[in-house]
């Protein structure tokens, strides 16, 4: 069973770059079905989509986050990354990698989210 | 930008069916997905394409979407099923997949 695993530090300075990266087991990202996403979610609040890579690595972003974020992917190592630079206290989330079928645009499996916190 | 829009919260007696609802522009043209999400635990797909379920969701979860509004009906509501709740779609207009403001439900 395909699963996702989120990693990097957790805690960031601000106006420096947060970097984290999402590991897939139990199938591989080279996969032409699917998409891998970044979603993000901040203390208590709801859920807000980063952005998504396909394999051949043709990236796709939330309007609002585009200048500040690149998604990228290393299919030697089965695993997809994030870089969000010039972070604010504002970032500071629950990080989520997700992978999402080209058949339909909902995120199907989901990584267990990783804390980042960006503090001084 | 696409807004969706949930109640904050919607409390609901064991056995009885709660009702989610997630209101668009022209949703009924769109997919619609929700999920389940549990204090600390990462979201999970409950309903996909308005009304499909993923394997292993129970058949108590439903969705429909047949124009103005889209929901999300969970019958026989059990103490497990006290989560909260996200709709999501994506905006072809802009290339953007889009989440609801959430539901949390409260099984009384």
């Known amino acids: 069973q395909l699963q996702l695993q989120e990693s990097g530090p957790g805690l960031v300075k601000p106006s420096e770059t947060l970097s984290l990266t999402c590991s897939v087991s139990?199938?591989?990202?080279?996969?032409?079905?699917?998409?891998w996403d970044w979603i993000r979610q901040p203390p208590g609040k709801g859920l807000e989509w980063i952005g998504s890579?396909?394999?051949?690595?043709?990236?796709y972003y939330n309007p609002s986050l585009k200048s500040r974020v690149t998604i990228s992917v290393d299919t030697s190592k089965n695993h997809f990354s994030l870089n969000m630079n010039s972070v604010t206290a504002a970032d500071t989330a629950v990080f989520y990698c997700?992978?999402?079928?080209?058949?339909?645009?909902?995120?199907?499996?989901w990584g267990q989210g990783t804390m980042v916190a960006v503090s001084s | 930008s696409y807004v969706l829009t949930q109640p904050p919260s919607v409390s609901v007696a064991p056995g009885q069916t709660a009702r989610i609802t997630c209101g668009g522009n022209?949703?009924?043209?769109?997919?619609v997905h929700w999920y389940q999400q549990k204090p600390g635990q990462a979201p999970v797909l409950v309903v996909y394409?308005?009304?499909d379920r993923p394997s292993g969701i129970p058949e108590r979860f439903s969705g429909s979407n047949p124009g103005n509004t889209a929901t999300l009906t969970i019958s026989r509501v059990e103490a497990g099923d006290e989560a909260d709740y996200y709709c999501?779609?994506?905006?072809?207009?802009?290339?953007?997949?889009?989440f609801g403001t959430g539901t949390k439900v409260t099984v009384l």
């Open positions: 997700a992978r999402r079928s080209m058949d339909s645009t909902c995120f199907d499996i």
């Open positions: 139990g199938g591989s990202i080279r996969s032409s079905r699917y998409y």
């Open positions: 890579i396909y394999y051949t690595g043709s990236t």
């Open positions: 022209n949703i009924g043209s769109k997919s």
């Open positions: 394409d308005n009304g």
């Open positions: 999501q779609v994506w905006d072809r207009s802009s290339d953007h997949y889009v």
